[in-house]
């Protein structure tokens, strides 16, 4: 039945973007109204612009509309998108399921690479997506689709390339110009706090395995050593400056471990090395100087989550012992 139906809807709907989008318009009007977020409340006082721009994506130039309504995210750039007060009607599970989206996404629906059904329902007038996704082919026929490969910018430049996709290149560089500025301040604080000499580590605990992350790898990373400055041990470094991560066993964990330790906790992680001496003798927990945070949602470089970590490591450090 599913394979009947999917090309009599396809057709249906490229009928109806052919004929002006007449059922898109009608759905715009019963769609909730989008979250205002009031550190984009420039770009959302804007009158609406209608017609299309071209974007230049990675794959070439595409046309997209020049104020997007209906927008599908199957990507990480779901916190980007309503950040900077894109109406986002659908997007994938891992963002449905960061806690940090949670309010703004409760009434969105949960789309998938594989259900074109679903998004050919939802009509939408964007998809973001990643490079990686599999149908972007068919995607393409439903909507206009830009595809970014993860990484290939750094979190920064992505977001300000977001914003140039959805016509508000402006506020996501005002977003940006902002956000460093109060990095460079809070490392400067705590550097001062902690000395200069001091160093963090960064792991995660997925199920039964630790990982140890260098500079780059989301989990407030890129904030901690590249915006603030924050010293990483030598061991980290050798093992996983180059490649990202690097996966250990809790037997050699006090060797990676510096003066603080942040921790990324899924709510699946085997926490069982928590109970171990050996844990228990590393310097920073004995010290007190241990941050954890839920790993659901920690791997995303939005605007909403790298605000949230950065309250999270000024209180951390600021206050530790």
């Known amino acids: 039945m599913r394979n009947i139906?999917?090309?009599?809807?396809?057709?249906?709907?490229?009928?109806?973007?052919?004929?002006?989008?007449?059922?898109?318009?009608?759905?715009?009007?019963?769609?909730?109204?989008?979250?205002?977020?009031?550190?984009?409340?420039?770009?959302?006082?804007?009158?609406a612009q209608s017609g299309t721009i071209t974007y230049e994506s990675e794959t070439g130039p595409i046309e997209v509309p020049a104020d997007p309504q209906r927008v599908i995210s199957l990507s990480g750039f779901t916190g980007n998108l309503m950040h900077l007060g894109v109406p986002v009607i659908g997007t994938d599970v891992w963002s449905k399921s960061a806690p940090q989206f949670a309010e703004q996404l409760k009434d969105v629906e949960e789309v998938s690479e594989e259900g074109l059904e679903k998004i050919i329902e939802l009509e939408p007038d964007l998809i973001i997506a990643l490079s990686t996704t599999k149908n972007l082919d068919k995607m393409s026929q439903i909507a206009p689709t830009v595809s970014y490969t993860w990484g290939a910018l750094n979190i920064f430049d992505m977001h300000i390339e977001v914003g140039k996709a959805v016509n508000k290149e402006q506020d996501a560089r005002e977003w940006v110009e902002g956000f460093r500025k109060r990095l460079e301040e809070a490392g400067?604080?705590?550097?001062?706090?902690?000395?200069?000499?001091?160093?963090?580590?960064?792991?995660?605990?997925?199920?039964?395995?630790?990982?140890?992350?260098?500079?780059?790898?989301?989990?407030?990373?890129?904030l901690l050593y590249q915006e603030m400055k924050l010293g990483m041990p030598e061991k980290v470094k050798e093992n996983a400056l180059a490649s990202g991560y690097y996966a250990l066993s809790p037997e050699v964990l006090p060797e990676f471990v510096g003066d603080y330790l942040i921790i990324s906790k899924y709510s699946n992680a085997d926490l069982s090395f928590q109970d171990t001496e050996?844990?228990?003798?590393?310097?920073?927990?004995?010290?007190?100087?241990?941050l954890e945070m839920t790993g659901e949602g920690s791997s995303f470089s939005d605007p909403y989550t790298l605000e949230m970590q950065l309250e999270l490591f000024e209180e951390f450090f600021l206050n530790s012992p």
Do not use: H
Not at 26 to 44: L, T, V, W
């Open 5 to 47: 139906l999917f090309p009599v809807l396809l057709v249906l709907a490229l009928a109806v973007t052919a004929c002006g989008g007449g059922n898109q318009q009608s759905a715009r009007e019963n769609q909730p109204p989008a979250q205002e977020n009031p550190q984009s409340a420039r770009g959302n006082e804007q009158p």
């Open 278 to 290: 050996t844990y228990k003798n590393i310097p920073a927990v004995k010290n007190g100087r241990v």
């Open 188 to 222: 400067a604080k705590i550097r001062e706090k902690i000395g200069e000499d001091a160093t963090v580590t960064v792991i995660e605990v997925y199920d039964k395995a630790i990982y140890v992350f260098g500079d780059n790898w989301a989990r407030g990373t890129e």
